[in-house]
């Protein structure tokens, strides 16, 4: 079983359309969570980090839920600028400090 | 530009050549991280640092890979006797004290 694991997608959306991504990770005590955004060819840059008790930024809501061990992100209002891929990241700790664990994105697409 | 660069961009080698990539992070960012990333995954830990020390190392980091950051600085990470299997997108993220890691552009490998 993969440590992070995301629907790969590709969600095909129109723009305007609210869509939610997924992500469950298999370490129980894992100890932070963020999500990623990924453009084609580009580096990943922070979206958000989630808590336990939900976030919100914007058009971007993000949960956790540590007894599933499940992480989501909600996007509302799709823009054709949200289009990339979406990077689910745990942080575990290691052995010497801690370890960041990516998942394998969920590919968006947002129609005009 | 004050994010973090990463030396070079690209690189062709030939199988069993050697061969050596540079970060510098962000100013004053005492952690610092690589990656690899293949097409269609996301990014897969290699390694931690804080400041100078080493902390964290995936086994994904087989004894042909070492990385240094020698004054907490900037890093190198070199693959020796590279393989085809090498072939990847290396990215580089420095933070500060706390989570969010910033990345750089990457240096993607290429070896024939």
């Known amino acids: 079983r993969k440590e992070v694991e995301q629907d790969p997608g590709p969600f095909n959306v129109p723009e305007g359309a609210t869509v939610a991504f997924n992500c469950t990770y298999s370490n129980s005590a894992s100890q932070s969570f963020f999500w990623y955004r990924q453009d084609c060819r580009k580096e990943p840059k922070l979206l958000m980090s989630?808590?336990?008790s939900g976030n919100e930024d914007g058009r971007f809501t993000a949960q956790l839920n540590r007894a599933s061990q499940y992480i989501s992100l909600l996007i509302r209002d799709s823009k054709l600028s949200d289009s990339a891929t979406y990077l689910c990241?745990?942080?575990?700790?290691?052995?010497?400090?801690?370890?960041?664990?990516f998942g394998a994105g969920t590919r968006l697409f947002v129609k005009a | 530009d004050t994010g973090v660069s990463q030396d070079p961009r690209h690189k062709i080698t030939k199988r069993g050549q050697n061969v050596t990539f540079r970060c510098d992070p962000i100013s004053e960012h005492n952690r610092l991280y690589w990656y690899r990333q293949t097409l269609g995954q996301g990014p897969e830990f290699l390694t931690y640092?804080?400041?100078?020390?080493?902390?964290?190392k995936s086994r994904l980091l087989s004894d042909r890979f070492s990385a240094e950051r020698p004054k907490g600085s900037f890093s190198t990470l070199e693959i020796q006797r590279t393989e085809q299997g090498d072939s990847a997108m290396y990215l580089c993220?420095?933070?500060?004290?706390?989570?969010?890691?910033?990345f750089g552009p990457g240096t993607r490998l290429l070896v024939l």
């Open positions: 989630v808590y336990s």
């Open positions: 993220a420095s933070s500060p004290f706390g989570e969010t890691q910033y």
């Open positions: 990241v745990v942080n575990e700790e290691g052995t010497g400090g801690f370890k960041t664990i």
């Open positions: 640092f804080q400041n100078e020390a080493q902390l964290e």
